[in-house]
Each structure stands twice: as structure tokens, then as C-alpha cells.
């Protein structure tokens, strides 16, 4: 045997695998050959060092998450979550859905600003819960009454009565917060850095950078279409005889005028407040907490006050939509979703969240408020034959659909499916997502089928699974169409199955969209049986969805550019130890950067911006695994700190909102009902805490969400005295 | 040696109990993800490979005959999933220019951009570069220290494939590393 026949089972000796005999042979060989004998001390040494650098990817929580949810979701035929998210921005949802649950207790012991002793109790991250401050509340002590030996109880004079009881009776009340920004936020108090925070900087860049690619390639179309939209619906008023849908389409186009920057005043007449409503119901039952709650101790807060004005807006759009099917042009069905995208958050410009809210209103999981709302707009219309149980069931959504159909004829809103849209812009596949649309087009179009036209976005959902749509598509009888449907579905399962390679070769653009193509692919083959959603157009919200942040995109201010800057003099932040979180996020804008090719000058912004935002998210990893590990911060961390602030200013929405969620009640007779969501601006708390002897202190400060504020340090001697002038910072509470 | 909470684990689990299924596919989560890394040398592929060997384990627990251990059947469906993927990532990446191709790995990963060692910057690089075949046989080996027959399993490619794929990674990695070996060396 040559040396260099013996070369691999040096390795293999050095692995302890080889037979008596081999090993024999081989310890004979390195006895007499120097060549040999140094090949194994190499080859031992370049495995030492491969088991000592190789990286060890752990599965992140976030990742952890989303799998338990996919994994519910297989188990139980009832979905919980919708599984279906986008690649990019279904990351924020799931990450605030992390951010939002997992904050259930922490406990902070400072002991200086600089040196950070931090004992993290263990945060399981459940897939699906709710937060609730009241939740955190439970940790509330026994508050005597008017606050009665609660030191620097004073503090509490700002309060107006009701405030001022709830806080007596629950120890905890959280105010309306004013519309302030995270930058003022961090820029004026000594803030904790909490994963809502990096959601929200992370999130405004992602989502700047969708916008400004997408609308480079869509906005124009778009505002055509938005455009048409409106003097349809002008059209549709003039012509309605009935009066509350004459309300709704006024509604609905200045709604669409707010889109297009045309200025609208108020409406006066629709102010029906529903949260009213139910707040008169006061106590009962909350499926979150198992107990009786008093739901007139949340106060509706920030912009859902107004939000009743829209509600007969999106309800009517959400008629409108229903009412659309496929004999209607694309483009109308398109700004009817969109519209109602907008309808539903038409203020908060550029933040997807409302946008993606606005999707589950259509297609939501029962869990969702969404899925509540469309309950309770069916209801409107169709009446008490609409059953939650039977909104997955395809059946139950034919019924449905039949009804919505005849009461569209009765009620005269027919008359929608009877516009002349021949002249209207075409409302076509996104972008670049042109080769896909091209590819259903080649298969379905005229050339190859007789009597088709052109492919319909319905097309493009049969061929990519959902049962309904062919159903729909082929009830048409264009011959051949099965056969086509067949070969194009393969092929797009083909494109679709490796969504990120082939969109390496093309744009950003077709990158998001193939991917979702994807999922949706994937979805239906995990599907369990269980029929498709309801309504089940994903990919036609999608479309649309896009479409409407891009449109938003002309409403943001122009080239708004800021570089980040670095304030030394300022105290250093702390931050909220999830590494794991910060570094899913820095490398999703990275991996975002990467698939925008940067071939325009929009895209080449959006690029250097998202790197710019990963590199500050992976300080913050940093930063998050030194307090964990008890480490003081390195000077990567600190820089991550020091900028955060001015990260905000540039990246975050301009007026920051709580990320909680919603409360669903379920009366004894088994309704449900729910309360608004209760994210609002930046809250302000007042809560009772005892501190380790006992003693009772009135904390209070700005806040992200209620539950940042579970640090039972006591408070400084003159916290009563600053409480009562100024504003005490977070850094008064949690610093000793 | 048995490990009954283990044991009963799989066992609840196949009868349908997810949460039990979720606290045995967490205890081994981090070891998969591993397996997959090692055949894709890309963290979020990886993830995905995971999840859906996880997914998969799920389904097809009534398989699972008990025989070996959980981790080693779980693995195998995770190093299959990766395997597959890498495969589909090949013929994707067919028509594609190379430097692109290069410059995303390089860039790919959050945490690589982390790294302020350089030692272990250089050898991560190193293991990265390697043929996706000897990654994977060497990584198994030296970071999970399976055997040569678990490695064969879990790959599915024959004990002397493994051997010849672990011995010409690791020359490769030493003819990269040799400033760091020369260092090393007494």
C-alpha cells in the first residue's frame, strides 16, 4: 500500500474507525513513515479545530414559534393561526406575535447604569396567546383604599376620578398615551430597548424598502386604478336609492380621495360608536384571563376613537367585496380590497401591520378580530344564518355566497356588477412578477384556449390550488381548460417550489411573490383535509395588499433620508435580552437587501438602508447576549445602543403604537364578542408596587406596553417629589 | 441506555399527543438543525429543513419503530430534507452567475456577521467553502461525533463513501487552515 492509498485511513484512524486489522496496518505504516505520522497530527488538529469554530446553529425562539403554529396547525383540523404568511412581512407578524406574548415576566435588578446585573426569569414562548396587562396586573398588590400609606401617592393627582378609581380598585391603569414618536421616545427618556421597539424600527425599514420598489414598479398603475375606483363609486352614489349604501359609498371613495391626497372633511353623520357599545356591557367573561373582567376599565385609546367613523365604510367595502366575483373586472375587485385596506387604517401611512389587519378582516381566522368582524358584517347582511363554525366550510360559504348574491339584487347592488370597466387601466400581476403572469397567460389565454380571453387572477388561484377558484374558473366551459389548468399547475409548483433561487435571477419583486406563490403551494399540499379558508383569494389579497402599500408609498414624504448618528454623551439604553430575536431580524433585512437587486435608484436606497438597519440590529444581538451573559457592553453594542435612538427617527413609524392584542369574551350562552384591539400610542402606566419589604410605591411612566413594566425595584427616595413635577424616565424605575 | 422520559415521550406522542411531540422534537431541535446545517452550510435553509423534518417526524411517527433513537430516526428525516434541498438549490442554481452566487453566502448569515474572531472566522469560512458532500460528512463527524455507520445512515451513502468524503474534506481544510495549523503547532 502507497502513502497514498493510506492517507484516508490516517483519517480514519485518527476517528477511531478502523477495523484491528486496518489499524494494525496502519500504526505499522506511521512507524516507519514521517510523512505519514505528520499527515495524522494535521489531520487531528484540523478536526480540533473544526469542532471548535464550526457554528452551531441553535433554533431561535421566533423559528420555534412559527413551528409549534404549523404544527397545531397540522394537528388540529380547526387552524389557528392563519398558516399562510408572507415571507417578509409575515416575519413581523410572527415576531410581533412573539414580541406581544412572550413578555409575560421579567424580572430587572440594576444595580448600576453601567454595570448590568440582569436575572431573566425563563420566557416560554407559547404560539398562540394573547397578552393582557392584567395579566401582569395579577403581580399587583392589594391596593388600600385612596391609596392610603402608598408612598408618593401624590403622583397620582394628574388623574382625573375614573382614573384615579381604577387605579385604587386594580392597582394598575393605563392612560391613553399621546401620539408621540419611538425616536421622542427613546430620544427623551431613559428608555429600555424592547424587541417592540426593534419590531418597529425593523419593520418601518422593511417596509419603506417594499414600498419604494413596489412603487416603483406598481404606483403608477395603481393610483389609475384607485382613480377609476373613485368615480365608480361617485357614479354608484349619484345612482343608489338606498341611503345607507349612498353613506357607505361617500364614505368609501373619500376614503379612496384620502389615498389619491385629495383632502376630505369628516364625515359627521357616521360616528356610531361601537366600542361604545360594548363597554356598556361591563363585566364578563374574557377567554383570555377564564375570569369576569370589567371591560370599562380599558379605555379605548388613541385612533380606534375614530375608527367607528370608517366602520360603515369598511363595512360597505366589505359588501362590495363580497358582492364581487369573477364576472367582475379585476381591477375593481382589486381597489375594492384595497380601499379596504386603507379604510381600515387610512392615517397610519406605511404601516403594514394595519394593512396586513386588513387582509384577516377578509380572511381571517376565527381567532381574529378580522374573522369577527367579517361575522359581524355577514351577520348584518345576510342575517343569523351566518355561523362562525361554518365559515371554513365550503358548503356553508356557497350558501352564503348565493345569499350575498340575491340580497346584491335585491338591495340594488348589482348594479356594482354591471360597470363599464373596458376603458379602466388594467390592473395586471405586480412588477416583475410579469414572467409568471406571462406563464399563465401562455397557457390560459386565447392562443391556446378558445373562448379565454386572458387569464383572471381567478385563473392564477386554480392553478395554484385553491379548489374553489377552478371550480369557479371551469364552470365556464372553455374547452380544455382542465387539461391547461393541470400542466400550468406543474409548472408553476416547478417555479414555485424554490422560490428563492429563481428569484436570485429576477427582482425583489418576483422574489416576495413567488414566494408567497409558495406557500400558498406548500399550504395546500399540508393541508389536512380541511377545505380552503375562507374566501379563499390569499393571492388575490396579496396582490392587492402590495398594491395598496404601494400606493401609500406616494403619500410618504418624498426622499426623507437620515444617517445615523451616534450620541455618546447619552446614557447608554438597556435592552431587552432576546439575541435570538435581533439577530432573526438582522439577517431578514439582510437577506430582504439581497433579493432587491439594486438595479434602480429606489432599490439601490432600500438596499443600503436595510444593511445599514441589520448591522444596528446585530449590535443589539450583541448587546442582548452580554446582558445575558452579565457582560458589560462591548463597543459594537454600545454604538447599537447610542444609535437606536436616531434609528427610530429614521426608520419608525412616525407616531409609535402598543402592540397588544385583542380580547375576546365569550358570553355564558357561548357568543362571542370582543373588545378593540388595544394598541394605541405610547401608553402611560400607573401601577402600585410593593417593593422587598413591603412597602407600597406609585410607579409611573411612558411605556411601550404594559408589560415593560414589571421591574419591582423600589423606587428612589425623591421618585414622589420628581413624580409630582415632571415626567419620571423608565431609568427612575428600574435604577437604583 | 433508555431513556424513559424519552421513551414516554414517544410513546404519548404517537398517540396523538402533539404537546408531547413538540417537547421531544424541542429537546432535539437545536441536533437537527445541526444535521441540516452541515448538508446545506446556510443557517436559514437549514431552519426550514428543520421545521419540515420536524413536520414530517410528526406524520410519520407511527413509522418510527423504536429501534433506534428518536434523535437518530429525527436526523435522518432532517439530513433527507436538507439533502433535498440541496439538491433542488443545485438545479436552481444552474444558470446563475457564480460571483452572485458567492457573494450572497458570504453575506448570508446575521450571525457570521457577528463574528469578531478572526481564528474562528476563518476556519467558519473554511467549512463553508468545502464541497456541500465533505461538509457534511466532516461536520457530522467532528461537531455531532456521530460514527462512520450513523454518518452512512444519515447520509445514505455506503461506510467507505464516508470515510474517503470525511479524509477529503479535511485536507482541504488543512491546506486553508495551515497558517492557523502552523500556529497551532508546537
New interface residues.
Given amino acids: 500500500m502507497t502513502c497514498e492509498d493510506m492517507?484516508?485511513?490516517?483519517?480514519?484512524l485518527a476517528?477511531g474507525?478502523l477495523s484491528g486489522d486496518e489499524e494494525k496496518t496502519v500504526r505499522e505504516h506511521l512507524a516507519s513513515c514521517e510523512g505519514c505520522r505528520s499527515l495524522e497530527?494535521?489531520?487531528r488538529?484540523?478536526?480540533a479545530?473544526?469542532?471548535?469554530?464550526?457554528?452551531?446553529?441553535?433554533?431561535d425562539e421566533l423559528?420555534?414559534a412559527?413551528?409549534?403554529e404549523?404544527?397545531?396547525a397540522?394537528?388540529s383540523p380547526r387552524k389557528i393561526l392563519s398558516p399562510w404568511r408572507r415571507d417578509v412581512l409575515g416575519l413581523v407578524g410572527a415576531a410581533a406575535l412573539v414580541a406581544v406574548t412572550a413578555g409575560l415576566s421579567l424580572l430587572l435588578t440594576i444595580t448600576s447604569t453601567d454595570t448590568i446585573g440582569v436575572t431573566w426569569t425563563p420566557r416560554h414562548l407559547p404560539s398562540l396567546a394573547y397578552s393582557d396587562p392584567i395579566v401582569n396586573a395579577a403581580k399587583v398588590p392589594t391596593v388600600p383604599e385612596n391609596l392610603e400609606g402608598v408612598a408618593n401617592a401624590g403622583a397620582a393627582s394628574v388623574l382625573n376620578a375614573a382614573q384615579r378609581k381604577a387605579l385604587e380598585r386594580d392597582g394598575l391603569v393605563q392612560l391613553p398615551g399621546t401620539e408621540r414618536s419611538l425616536a421622542a421616545f427613546y430620544e427623551q427618556e431613559h428608555a429600555l430597548v424592547t424587541a417592540d421597539a426593534a419590531l418597529l424600527v425593523w419593520g418601518g425599514a422593511v417596509s419603506r424598502a417594499t414600498l419604494e420598489v413596489e412603487c416603483e414598479n406598481v404606483a403608477p398603475a395603481l393610483v389609475a386604478t384607485l382613480v377609476h375606483l373613485e368615480r365608480e363609486l361617485r357614479r354608484f352614489e349619484e345612482r343608489s336609492t338606498s341611503e345607507s349604501f349612498t353613506r357607505g359609498a361617500r364614505l368609501a371613495r373619500r376614503i379612496v380621495a384620502v389615498a389619491l391626497g385629495h383632502t376630505v372633511d369628516r364625515d359627521p353623520e357616521s360616528t356610531q360608536d361601537v366600542v361604545k357599545l360594548r363597554l356598556q356591557q361591563g363585566r364578563s367573561l374574557s377567554a383570555v384571563l377564564g375570569r369576569e373582567v370589567d371591560w370599562t376599565r380599558f379605555h379605548t385609546r388613541g385612533r380606534l376613537s375614530e375608527r367607528p367613523s370608517y366602520f360603515k365604510s369598511v363595512t360597505w367595502l366589505s359588501e362590495a367585496a363580497l358582492h364581487l366575483d369573477a364576472a367582475h373586472p379585476d381591477e375593481l375587485r382589486a381597489a375594492t380590497l384595497i380601499a379596504l385596506a386603507l379604510a381600515r387604517s387610512p392615517e397610519a401611512l406605511g404601516r403594514f401591520v394595519d394593512l396586513e389587519d386588513a387582509v384577516s378582516l377578509i380572511h381571517g381566522p376565527q381567532d381574529d378580530l378580522g374573522a369577527l368582524e367579517v361575522l359581524e358584517i355577514l351577520r348584518n347582511a345576510l342575517g343569523p344564518s351566518v355561523r362562525p363554525d361554518l365559515l371554513g366550510n365550503d358548503e356553508a360559504l356557497a350558501v352564503l355566497e348565493k345569499q350575498a348574491r340575491l340580497k346584491a339584487a335585491a338591495s340594488r347592488t348589482g348594479e356594482v356588477a354591471t360597470i363599464d370597466s373596458s376603458d379602466a387601466p388594467r390592473f395586471r400581476l405586480m412588477g416583475a412578477a410579469r414572467s409568471l403572469e406571462d406563464l399563465v397567460l401562455s397557457s390560459l389565454s386565447g392562443e391556446r384556449l378558445k373562448g379565454r380571453a386572458r387569464p383572471t387572477s381567478l385563473d392564477l388561484l386554480a392553478a395554484i390550488g385553491s379548489e374553489p377558484a377552478r371550480a369557479v374558473a371551469s364552470s365556464e366551459g372553455t374547452p380544455g381548460y382542465a387539461t391547461a389548468l393541470d400542466a400550468l399547475s406543474k409548472r408553476l409548483e416547478d417555479v414555485t417550489?424554490?422560490p428563492r433561487?429563481?428569484a436570485?435571477?429576477g427582482s425583489g419583486v418576483e422574489r416576495s411573490r413567488l414566494f408567497a406563490l409558495a406557500k400558498l403551494v406548500e399550504r395546500r399540499r399540508?393541508a389536512t383535509g380541511a377545505g380552503p379558508a375562507f374566501m379563499e383569494t390569499q393571492a388575490y389579497s396579496d396582490r392587492a395588499l402590495l398594491a395598496a402599500l404601494a400606493s401609500l408609498n406616494t403619500a410618504l414624504p418624498g426622499s426623507e433620508e437620515g444617517t445615523l448618528t451616534t450620541d455618546p454623551s447619552a446614557p447608554l439604553p438597556l435592552v431587552e435580552p432576546l439575541p435570538g430575536l435581533y439577530?432573526?431580524l438582522?439577517?431578514g433585512a439582510?437577506?430582504l437587501a439581497?433579493g432587491l437587486a439594486a438595479t434602480t435608484p429606489n432599490a439601490r436606497r432600500a438596499t443600503e438602508r436595510l444593511h445599514r438597519v441589520?448591522?444596528l440590529?446585530?449590535g443589539l444581538?450583541?448587546a442582548a447576549t452580554e446582558t445575558l451573559e452579565g457582560r458589560g457592553y462591548t463597543a459594537?453594542s454600545r454604538l447599537a445602543l447610542q444609535s437606536f435612538a436616531s434609528a427610530a427617527r429614521i426608520f419608525a413609524p412616525k407616531s409609535a403604537f402598543t402592540a397588544e392584542d385583542v380580547h375576546v369574551l365569550v358570553g355564558a350562552d357561548g357568543k362571542r364578542e370582543w373588545l378593540e384591539r388595544t394598541s394605541g400610542p405610547l401608553d402611560r402606566l400607573y401601577v402600585v408596587l410593593a417593593d422587598e419589604k413591603g412597602a407600597l410605591r406609585l410607579v409611573s411612566g411612558p411605556a411601550l406596553s404594559a408589560r415593560e413594566l414589571v421591574a419591582p425595584a423600589p423606587l428612589t427616595q425623591d421618585d414622589a417629589a420628581r413624580a409630582a413635577r415632571s415626567d419620571p424616565s423608565w431609568a427612575s424605575h428600574i435604577v437604583r | 441506555m433508555k431513556d424513559e422520559a424519552e421513551e414516554l415521550l414517544v410513546g404519548r406522542a404517537r398517540e396523538g399527543d402533539t404537546a408531547a411531540f413538540s417537547r421531544l422534537a424541542e429537546r432535539h431541535r437545536d441536533a437537527l438543525l445541526r444535521a441540516a446545517y452541515a448538508v446545506l452550510g446556510n443557517e436559514a435553509d437549514a431552519l426550514d429543513a428543520t421545521q419540515e423534518a420536524l413536520l414530517r417526524a410528526h406524520r410519520h411517527l407511527a413509522t418510527y419503530d423504536g429501534r433506534a433513537s428518536f434523535v437518530t430516526w429525527a436526523r435522518k428525516i432532517a439530513t433527507n430534507c436538507a439533502l433535498n434541498r440541496l439538491e433542488q438549490r443545485k438545479r436552481d442554481r444552474a444558470g446563475e452567475l457564480p460571483d452572485g452566487d458567492a457573494l450572497s453566502d458570504r453575506r448570508e448569515s446575521a450571525t457570521a456577521e457577528l463574528e469578531r474572531d478572526e481564528e474562528r472566522a476563518i476556519v467558519r469560512r473554511a467549512i463553508d467553502e468545502l464541497p456541500p458532500a465533505q461538509r457534511a460528512a466532516v461536520l457530522l463527524r467532528d461537531v455531532e461525533g456521530l460514527s462512520y455507520e450513523e454518518i452512512s445512515e444519515a447520509l445514505g451513502i455506503p461506510k467507505g463513501t464516508v470515510m474517503s468524503r470525511i479524509y477529503y474534506g479535511r485536507e482541504t481544510l488543512k491546506e486553508k487552515l495551515s497558517r492557523l495549523l502552523a500556529r497551532s503547532q508546537p
Fill in positions: 492517507r484516508p485511513l490516517v483519517s480514519a476517528d474507525e497530527r494535521e489531520l488538529a484540523t478536526s479545530l473544526v469542532a471548535k469554530h464550526a457554528l452551531r446553529p441553535e433554533v423559528s420555534w412559527r413551528f409549534e404549523a404544527l397545531a397540522e394537528s417550489q424554490v433561487a429563481v436570485r435571477t399540508s439577530a432573526r438582522a439577517h439582510r437577506r439581497l441589520s448591522d440590529l446585530s444581538s450583541l459594537e
